[in-house]
C-alpha cells in the first residue's frame, strides 16, 4: 500500500469516527470539537487531493470561524440537554433507515464505474507556475457561472427569507416607529406647568 493511500485512509477513518461522534455524545461544546476534528480531517484530504486552496478554505472559514461562533453560542446558552434528548430513541429507527439508505446509494454511486480508479486516474502533476486558486477562479467563473449565480441567488433569498421570519410582528409587543421618534420636537416631549408653591 502506498503511502498516500495509507494517509487517505487514516484520514477518513478518523473523519467518520469524529462525524459519528458530532451526534452521538452527550455535551455539546464536545460535540463542536468533535465537528472541528471532522473538518481538520476533510481538509487533509483536499490536500491529497491537490486542492490546497479549498483545505486552506475549510480550516480558516469553517474551524476559525464558524466553529468558534457556535462553541461561544453553546456555551453562552443554557442548554437543557434533557429536553434535547426526549423523543430521540423513538426517532431512531426511522433516522437509521434513512442513514442505511444514503449509505447504499452512496455505495452504489461512488463504488460504481464512474468513480473507480480506472475511470478516475491520478492526475498529471501540475506545471511550474500553476496556480490551483486561478485555476479554480476560471473555472467557477466561466465553466460554471450559471450554477454559481443560481448558489447565491439560493443563498440571497436564505438571507432575506430568514430576516423576514425573525422580524415578523408578534402578538403583545410594542413596536416604535423610528421615523416618528426623530420627528419628535422639544415642545411634544416637555411640558411646563406653572404651579404655586404650597407651605405646609
Known amino acids: 500500500m502506498e503511502f498516500k493511500t495509507f494517509v487517505f485512509y487514516f484520514l477518513a477513518a478518523i473523519m467518520v469516527v469524529a462525524a ?6 452527550r455535551n455539546p461544546v464536545h460535540a463542536a470539537l468533535f465537528l472541528v476534528l471532522t473538518f481538520f480531517n476533510a481538509g487533509g484530504i483536499w490536500l491529497l487531493l491537490q486542492a490546497e486552496f479549498l483545505a486552506i478554505t475549510l480550516v480558516m472559514v469553517y474551524v476559525g470561524a464558524v466553529m468558534v461562533l457556535f462553541l461561544f453560542v453553546v456555551m453562552m446558552l443554557d442548554i ?51 496556480s490551483n486558486t486561478r485555476e479554480l477562479g476560471r473555472v467557477l467563473y466561466t465553466d460554471y457561472v450559471y450554477p454559481f449565480e443560481l448558489a447565491s441567488l439560493v443563498l440571497l433569498v436564505a438571507m432575506v427569507a430568514a430576516v423576514a421570519l425573525t422580524l415578523r410582528k408578534r402578538r403583545g409587543v410594542k413596536y416604535i416607529n423610528p421615523s416618528d421618534q426623530v420627528a419628535v420636537k422639544r415642545e411634544g416631549r416637555v411640558e411646563l406647568v406653572k404651579m404655586a408653591a404650597e407651605k405646609e
Open 20 to 25: 459519528l461522534r458530532v451526534i452521538t455524545v
Open 80 to 130: 437543557n440537554l434533557d429536553r434535547i434528548r426526549e423523543g430521540f430513541w423513538s426517532y431512531l429507527p426511522v433516522g437509521a433507515l434513512v442513514g442505511v439508505l444514503m449509505l447504499i446509494e452512496m455505495v452504489m454511486v461512488l463504488g460504481g464505474r464512474y468513480f473507480g480508479l480506472d475511470a478516475m486516474p491520478v492526475p498529471p502533476a501540475a506545471q511550474a507556475g500553476f
